[in-house]
């Protein structure tokens, strides 16, 4: 059984930093690629970024340039960089994971920006 555990959420006012923080525990063959998605509010949970094993990354359109994905294949870990901030940013953040023949997510941590 795995688990991912998210941190480094909060209230931020537009124009901010956060950095949220993703890592994996428990008993795995093969960790593949992990990613961060975003459910707003009145909205399904959607893709924000995702980083292969590789270091290969990927962005939605709304954040590129501004948020900046990271990994640490040793220690089971990713980061999101967040700069730049907008209100439209706010909503609960969930880190996914690819195994060898199942995925899993976090419980998600929330992020607001406001003012």
């Known amino acids: 059984q795995v688990q991912l555990v998210e941190s480094g959420g909060g209230l931020v006012q537009p124009g901010g930093s956060l950095r949220l923080s993703c890592v994996v525990s428990?008993?795995?063959?093969?960790?593949?690629?992990m990613g961060w998605y975003c459910q707003r509010p009145g909205q399904e949970r959607g893709y924000v970024a995702t980083i292969s094993v590789e270091g290969r990354t990927s962005y939605h359109g709304s954040v590129q340039g501004r948020f900046s994905i990271s990994r640490n294949n040793t220690q089971h870990r990713i980061w999101l960089q967040m700069n730049s901030l907008k209100p439209e940013d706010t909503g609960v953040y969930y880190c996914?994971?690819?195994?060898?023949?199942?995925?899993?997510w976090g419980q998600g941590i929330q992020v607001t920006v406001s003012s």
């Open positions: 996914n994971a690819d195994f060898d023949s199942f995925d899993a």
């Open positions: 428990g008993t795995f063959d093969r960790l593949w690629s």
